[in-house]
């Protein structure tokens, strides 16, 4: 009997459940990694995976688009509004994919010519189509992003894009109200109260390469490795004393360094340094910073529904955590974090849910290892984590598995 290596893909998924949204067919939290259910896959390799308020989307080698978990504002694309407790295959896009960004209850999806799609809710004009839509269950195409994008962002209710000439769009009027109180009589700039994308001003002579954002704030990374941030500073995510920004304000440079990376959970951001060095900054008291809080903190627990902005908890400023040095991969979901360091998975933060996979429900301050796994892809969404792995086995020339290349 003829035999072959081959590799076997596997998707591994733990923490809040409530819409199936880890894809294992039923609808309870789990605390510690469980493997999903990809037969519909056909165990392609997976590019990226990322998770919503409730829903997860995976993109194969394919650049096919898998998705699970909520769907009452059309968040899964698939044409309806029912739930589904196990990934399906979007039958509805035409063409590939190759990036995808979560909002609550949106998704943004990055087509290989530049194509920006978006389906889910629009009820702040997150999907970058204008007001006469309130949700889609269909992908909707964004006209009116004329260049090809690079880069694709999703907060909780607002969404940016980094074209490939470098310039950024905003779009959902999500900080629409922290704008108007931050300018008083005066008109909220564009860009903040835009339904359809908007040219973000203040970025003119950079070339941005990457966006990401939080629930009400939104970061940009140039190609020189400069950090431009605005919106809110409720939670001092923005590394200054105003409340609001308007526009991008420089960051400096972290330990001199140029940033090379930058991710962001609802209200702290993670950036990696040239060197490998890992930052935090902004909230910490679920521990999502990876650093033991200060005594000046207040230590009382409160909510991270997608409406939480207590601002009660002293800011954290940006800070290295050393156990997190070289990492190759970070994800963040609203206010936990996953890490690969050294092959190895780690994780941090809020744990209500059990998404910190180490099978309880504390919440954990410094990144710690979540034994078994080591993965070459991670994910999160809000309140769930995934890891993508892969193993290579001795089987039947003719099984179903891929050879290994």
Avoid at 113 to 127: D, E, H, I, M, T
Avoid at 185 to 200: F, Y
């Amino acid at each position: 009997m003829e035999t072959s290596t081959q590799i076997e893909f596997c998707v591994h998924s733990w923490g809040a459940n409530s819409y199936g949204q880890l894809g294992q067919g039923h609808v309870e939290d789990q605390s510690c990694p469980r493997l999903s259910d990809i037969t519909p896959l056909q165990n392609q390799a997976v590019r990226a995976v990322c998770g919503g308020g409730g829903h997860t989307v995976v993109i194969s080698e394919n650049a096919e688009v898998f998705v699970c978990g909520q769907n009452d504002r059309g968040q899964l694309g698939l044409g309806h509004n029912a739930d589904i407790p196990t990934f399906q295959l979007c039958h509805s896009l035409n063409q590939r994919v190759a990036k995808v960004a979560c909002g609550w209850d949106f998704t943004l999806l990055l087509t290989d010519c530049g194509r920006v799609l978006a389906f889910g809710s629009n009820a702040f004009g997150q999907l970058g189509v204008g007001q006469k839509v309130t949700h889609s269950s269909d992908p909707l195409v964004v006209e009116s992003l004329k260049e090809p994008v690079v880069s694709v962002a999703a907060g909780l209710r607002h969404s940016l894009a980094a074209s490939d000439s470098g310039c950024v769009y905003q779009w959902g009027r999500g900080l629409f109200s922290h704008a108007k109180r931050a300018v008083g009589q005066q008109a909220v700039p564009s860009h903040l109260n835009s339904t359809v994308p908007c040219l973000v001003p203040g970025l003119d002579q950079k070339t941005s390469h990457m966006v990401t954002a939080g629930s009400v704030h939104c970061v940009c990374l140039t190609g020189d490795g400069d950090l431009f941030l605005w919106g809110s500073n409720k939670h001092g995510q923005l590394t200054t004393a105003e409340p609001f920004l308007s526009s991008p304000m420089l960051v400096k440079r972290l330990g001199g360094e140029k940033v090379v990376r930058v991710w962001s959970g609802w209200t702290h951001i993670v950036a990696r340094t040239e060197s490998g060095r890992v930052f935090t900054w902004g909230r910490g008291d679920y521990g999502q910073l990876g650093r033991l809080p200060s005594t000046s903190q207040n230590p009382e627990r409160k909510s991270a529904g997608p409406s939480a902005q207590d601002g009660s908890q002293r800011a954290c400023p940006p800070a290295e955590v050393k156990a997190l040095y070289g990492a190759t991969q970070i994800a963040c979901g609203s206010e936990h974090n996953l890490a690969i360091v050294g092959g190895s998975l780690l994780s941090w933060g809020w744990n209500e849910h059990g998404m910190c996979g180490d099978g309880s429900q504390t919440d954990v301050l410094q990144p710690q290892l979540v034994s078994g796994l080591r993965p070459f892809l991670i994910g999160c969404g809000a309140g769930h984590s995934m890891a993508v792995c892969a193993e290579t086995t001795d089987s039947r020339q003719n099984s179903a598995t891929i050879p290994l290349q």
